[in-house]
């Protein structure tokens, strides 16, 4: 478990780094066991741009928790999805601008589908005509609903969900992977904001 630990405390370090916990919002997880599923989880309502020995807290596959570090993050039932439906090893919550935006644009198509940014290769679609898409789902404040309407758009090849005015929550097969994926997406919505942005107002035009 203090591998584990250590790694999340690294990713934890590079996301504050990116100022992407604003308000003690976020919540990061990686997990420590399969059979049974046990994970670490960022402790609920901490200021996460800070480092302490009580940051996460091991959590059994019902969000109990296992040691005494503090209260699981409240979105820990998300985290808990994400295991349990796919391969996951790690998975992060993060609310920046741009994912919150994104998710308010396209909250009616119900998904955002990128194609012909290279940075989709962060995901392995390499393909010339190749797409990412991140659906997105409405936000509730009843978090066991919250994180049924995120398991249910869980398949094999999805790695984000973003949850409507609320942010993104990613995974990946280990941190590194899952902290790929992440800055991907960011950079994604940040393109897709500046492009619609530039668009508005006819910046090609007088180019
Ligand atoms: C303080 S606003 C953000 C929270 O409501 C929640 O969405 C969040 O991401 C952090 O909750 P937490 O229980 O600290 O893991
Ligand atoms: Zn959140």
Redesign the pocket.
């Known amino acids: 478990m203090i591998s584990a630990w250590n790694e999340l405390a690294c990713v934890k370090r590079e996301l504050a780094a990116r100022d992407w916990f604003?308000?003690?919002?976020?919540?990061l997880s990686i997990k420590v066991s399969n059979k049974p599923l046990t994970c670490l989880?960022?402790?609920?309502?901490?200021d996460?741009y800070k480092e302490t020995e009580e940051d996460f807290v091991l959590v059994d596959q019902d969000g109990k928790a296992l040691t005494e570090q503090g209260?699981?993050?409240?979105?820990?039932v998300i985290h808990l999805e994400v295991y349990k439906r796919t391969d996951a090893g790690c998975s992060l919550?993060?609310?920046t601008l741009d994912n919150n935006l994104i998710s308010e644009l396209y909250a009616e198509k119900g998904s955002i589908t990128f194609r012909n940014v290279e940075l989709i290769k962060a995901f392995g679609v390499l393909d010339a005509d190749g797409e990412l898409t991140i659906p997105i789902v409405e936000n509730f404040a009843d978090l066991p609903t919250l994180g049924k309407v995120v398991g249910e758009q869980i398949s094999a090849d999805t790695k984000a969900i973003l949850?409507r005015n609320?942010?993104i929550t990613v995974w990946g097969k280990n941190a590194f992977e899952a902290k790929r994926h992440l800055e991907a997406c960011e950079f994604l919505f940040s393109y897709q904001m500046k492009l619609l942005h530039a668009k508005a107002l006819n910046l090609k035009e007088v180019l």
Do not use: M, W
């Open positions: 604003p308000g003690t919002s976020g919540n989880v960022t402790v609920s309502g901490k996460k209260k699981p993050s409240a979105e820990t919550h993060v609310h949850i609320h942010g």
